[in-house]
């Protein structure tokens, strides 16, 4: 498969793996690293960047499956076993390994068979502060511990072994699956046996479909015909994936086709191209400039999920978008820089190339019929064809204290402490590096007004930070912690000079 993806002109190969499933031994660690090798060596000597990411995630049991029963293990050995590996690649080129958080794991595998008792540990957490704890930056395991311990529970409650004649948290919900059947696929992985896909082959009987050994587990839904059975609606005689290339329609859909065998015949030289894209979808009509409005619930969609809603709303309004050429053809869309996650906006702006001219009315209209609920377009701009997004030097934030009278004075005041200040050191830490900043240069001016509502102007001529980053950290070195649940920050407006 590798070489194949090599020869069709992929650049990049990445490999998932679950570590930390029952029997599994260091010596099937270090298989992990040999099937990186094998995957990376079947590119051949004539790839250039040529990159192999090996995932690793360690593995949390889950209600309803035949590992439910099985303990996970203990946050020291999922170190050691990534270092084990990590050990391993820094030795080998063109090869780089990623892990999930040890730490979110632990904390996954406490709710994956967690029961009714974690409901109040959630609350409590939350009002620790444990809030965006499925981003890395805004997670921390200490307040989900302290809420654990000041209910009287422990994290290895949820992560211990249970026995197979245990009553489970889960026991009273019904997923079609029967208890028998995990017990028996349970035995056979622990056997290191394969079940074989029941898509393909005989039914293993696991309680799901109507067979001759009895009627489906899963409860008829209202309405539904006396005569429907559940059944194996796609099983066939043999796998179905078959050698295709992919290309795109006039219409930018994906359509699917055999190789030729002048396609082969350059796959097998090493030579091959990428699909050939149809003339007029790469074609640059129109090039616009929208602005937008981020408010509410869209405050905590990423940047990446944005961008996918604005492809579907365009696409939705017929727009005819202009496409990238190469082995993945993208609609030519360009964002501005990427907000944090929970910060809103009044002036948000993104490019769009079509290949086609449209009347700016329309497209602003079309595309507002089918945003989500926060999400608007505000304006819409035409552009010169050459013209590039040039990143604001200067934008405006308001900042909100959404507590009591007393919370917002004593954020008031600490707004105004911080427009007092000189400077405000701030050693801050990236992935790679640690960088000493001062925080008030990127400040250029800070108003209050009379409802204790911040307005600030940033610089970011010397840099770009975030500006939820910079905000906290600005408050907490004038002497106030304000949880990111207690206030709204929201940008304003965008400024080039």
Excluded at 52 to 81: C, D, G, M, N, Y
Excluded at 96 to 101: I, V
Excluded at 262 to 286: C, D, N, R, T, W
Excluded at 429 to 440: G, H, S
Aim: charged share 30%; aromatic share 8%.
């Amino acid at each position: 498969m590798c070489k194949k993806l090599f020869e069709h002109g992929w650049q990049q190969v990445k490999l998932y793996f679950m570590i930390g499933l029952p029997t599994e031994t260091d010596e099937d660690l270090l298989a992990i690293v040999d099937l990186c090798r094998k995957a990376r060596d079947a590119a051949g000597p004539g790839i250039k960047r040529m990159q192999i990411t090996a995932s690793l995630s360690p593995f949390v049991p889950k209600p309803h499956t035949p590992f439910q029963w099985e303990p996970q293990i203990s946050l020291e050995e999922i170190r050691r076993r990534v270092n084990l590996v990590l050990d391993m690649v820094k030795k080998e080129k063109r090869i780089k390994l990623r892990w999930h958080e040890p730490d979110m794991s632990l904390l996954e595998g406490v709710f994956s068979r967690g029961d009714r008792c974690l409901a109040d540990v959630v609350e409590t957490a939350y009002r620790k502060g444990a809030i965006f704890a499925s981003w890395m930056e805004g997670f921390s395991l200490d307040p989900w511990l302290e809420a654990l311990a000041e209910h009287g529970l422990t994290v290895e409650e949820y992560t211990r072994g249970r026995e197979l004649d245990e009553p489970l948290p889960w026991d009273h919900l019904e997923s079609g699956v029967s208890r028998e059947f995990l017990l028996r696929e349970r035995q056979r992985a622990l056997a290191e046996e394969v079940t074989d896909d029941c898509r393909y082959g005989s039914c293993h009987v696991c309680g799901v479909c109507d067979t001759k050994a009895g009627p489906s587990r899963l409860e008829r839904l209202p309405g539904m015909d006396e005569a429907f059975r559940y059944g194996n609606a796609l099983n066939r005689d043999s796998r179905d994936q078959e050698a295709h290339s992919i290309s795109l329609d006039q219409y930018g859909r994906v359509i699917v086709r055999g190789r030729t065998a002048e396609e082969l015949k350059q796959a097998a030289s090493g030579k091959a191209k990428p699909p050939a894209l149809a003339p007029h979808l790469a074609v640059k009509a129109m090039h616009l400039g929208l602005t937008y409005s981020r408010k509410g619930a869209a405050i905590y969609l990423s940047q990446l999920e944005l961008q996918h809603i604005f492809e579907r709303v365009m696409r939705k309004a017929a727009l005819p978008l202009s496409f990238s050429q190469g082995f993945h053809p993208l609609p030519l869309l360009s964002f501005g820089r990427a907000l944090p996650v929970g910060v809103g906006s009044e002036h948000e702006q993104f490019s769009i190339f079509l290949r086609e001219p449209r009347p700016l009315q329309e497209i602003l209209e079309g595309m507002n019929r089918s945003l989500p609920l926060g999400l608007r377009v505000t304006a819409v701009e035409k552009l010169s064809l050459q013209q590039k997004y040039t990143p604001p030097i200067r934008e405006s934030y308001r900042m909100e204290h959404l507590g009591k009278d007393e919370d917002k004075k004593r954020f008031c005041e600490a707004w105004q402490r911080i427009a007092a200040a000189a400077s405000l050191p701030w050693k801050r830490e990236t992935k790679n590096k640690v960088r000493d900043l001062d925080a008030r240069a990127f400040f250029t001016d800070i108003t209050l007004d009379d409802s204790c509502i911040c307005i600030f102007c940033t610089d970011w001529s010397k840099g770009y930070i975030s500006p939820l980053a910079l905000a906290i950290h600005a408050l907490t070195a004038v002497g106030l912690a304000v949880p990111p649940q207690d206030f709204l920050l929201t940008k304003i407006r965008t400024l080039q000079a």
